[in-house]
């Protein structure tokens, strides 16, 4: 009867150990669109979709298998597509405005069912560093970006974004 009972308790904590494992890695994949925040205001007249400073702009498309997260988005100068290695290493990405480029260095790490995206760029000798956080929240993905203020100089602009799927 005790082994019968220790074999029951071991049991029961591989199953909680690997459900929750699965919880801290939820699958973001599918097409996502903007639910617009009626009290946000208007993005120098371009919407509220947000972009490399916050969101994913009006919508996206995600893909995610075991290694990478690759997010795939239409924006004014084109399709951009962004792959993040999911185990933590550098990942890089080219963002491309105009004639100009700028390199992206990434780290894509899990934490606590979120993705946390930080980012490094430098822009004609600055640099500096976004953070972008995914996560489901009832069926929605919720994105919080964090990046620097960049016209004031004060603390940093967090951003929250919530897409629905389709």
């Known amino acids: 009867m005790r082994r019968a009972a220790m074999g029951w308790s071991v049991m029961m904590t591989v199953c909680l150990a690997a459900g929750m494992l699965a919880q801290t890695t939820p699958n973001l994949s599918g097409t996502w669109t903007l639910v617009p925040d009626p009290n ?8 509220r979709g947000g972009g490399m400073f916050g969101g994913l ?21 084109g399709e951009v597509k962004s792959v993040y290695n999911l185990d ?8 491309t405005f105009g004639e100009n480029s700028v390199q992206l260095v990434s780290k894509a790490k899990w934490d606590a069912g979120k993705l946390s995206i930080t980012t490094s760029s430098n822009f004609n000798g ?41």
């Not at 946000?40 to 919407?47: M, T």
């Not at 069926?139 to 940093?156: C, K």
């Open 40 to 47: 946000a205001p208007q993005a120098g007249g371009r919407g």
């Open 57 to 77: 702009g009006m919508t996206a498309t995600i893909a995610q298998d075991a290694k990478t997260l690759t997010i795939t988005r239409t924006t004014q100068a």
């Open 88 to 95: 933590g290493s550098d990942s890089s990405n080219t963002m």
């Open 126 to 166: 600055n640099t500096f560093e976004t953070t972008m956080r995914l996560s489901l929240e009832g069926g929605t993905l919720v994105v919080e970006s964090t990046r620097p203020d960049f016209q004031g100089g004060g603390a940093p602009v967090t951003t929250k974004m919530t897409y629905k799927k389709g």
